[in-house]
């Protein structure tokens, strides 16, 4: 990891627990914002420390910006869990066969960036 990238993801990791310092719940309740903030807390931890001996230049930039997409998200919403993708089960390709590998991969493709470490972890 160069020093740039090394303080690139320093500074996402600080900025994140700046966030949920000052946190707000969007329902305005004491215990929610609770367990907002320590939602927030213990998801950067847990992902931080499984992403810590990633080397490979382009996965550290795949993590860095999934990073900066979930910060965005979850200020501009006000929701820190991450939004889930709404797509019918089986309403990408046909429902049998190799187009059934197809359907896989094209759910696959068309997640988005701030889910990619969610669904590793659930």
């Not at 950067?44 to 996965?59: G, S």
């Not at 919403?77 to 990408?92: K, T």
């Not at 701030?114 to 659930?122: A, I, Q, R």
Request: glycine share 4%.
């Amino acid at each position: 990891m160069t020093p740039v990238t090394r303080q690139e993801v320093l500074g996402l990791y600080r900025k994140i627990f700046r966030i949920a310092k000052n946190w707000q719940s969007a329902s305005g309740q004491v215990e929610e914002t609770l367990k907002e903030k320590e939602y927030i807390k213990n998801e950067a931890k847990m992902l931080f420390r499984k992403n810590k001996n990633v080397t490979d230049p382009k996965l550290i930039k795949q993590c860095i910006e999934e990073c900066e997409a979930r910060i965005e998200m979850g200020l501009h919403y006000n929701i820190p869990y991450p939004r889930p993708i709404h797509l019918p089960p089986m309403g990408l390709a046909h429902k049998q066969g190799r187009m059934l590998r197809h359907q896989e991969k094209l759910r696959k493709i068309s997640k988005p960036i701030y889910l990619k470490s969610h669904d590793e972890v659930s």
